[in-house]
């Protein structure tokens, strides 16, 4: 099986100049596997995409809090 996540990888270091070794790419293609389909491949999906600006955190809303902030738009 080949890693959609490390082929990927391997390419854009190629685009950027790098030239991965055979073991690095063995070594990607592994850990790929495990995250795409490992026990936890959906937890890593579940897990709201987040963006750091200095201290602050901004989260991707929930969908409660999609539908709370639809609420209050409503009110006001």
Do not use: Q
């Not at 795409?36 to 969908?63: C, I, M």
């Amino acid at each position: 099986m080949v890693s959609r996540l490390a082929k990927e990888t391997v390419e854009k270091w190629k685009s950027e100049g790098l030239e991965p070794t055979f073991e690095d790419c063995i070594r990607l293609n592994a850990l790929g596997l495990k995250v795409e389909g490992g026990p936890s491949a959906y937890e890593f999906g579940a897990v709201p995409r987040t963006a750091f600006l200095g201290d602050y955190v901004f989260t991707e809303p929930t969908v409660a809090k999609r539908m709370w902030i639809e609420s209050a738009m409503k009110l006001l």
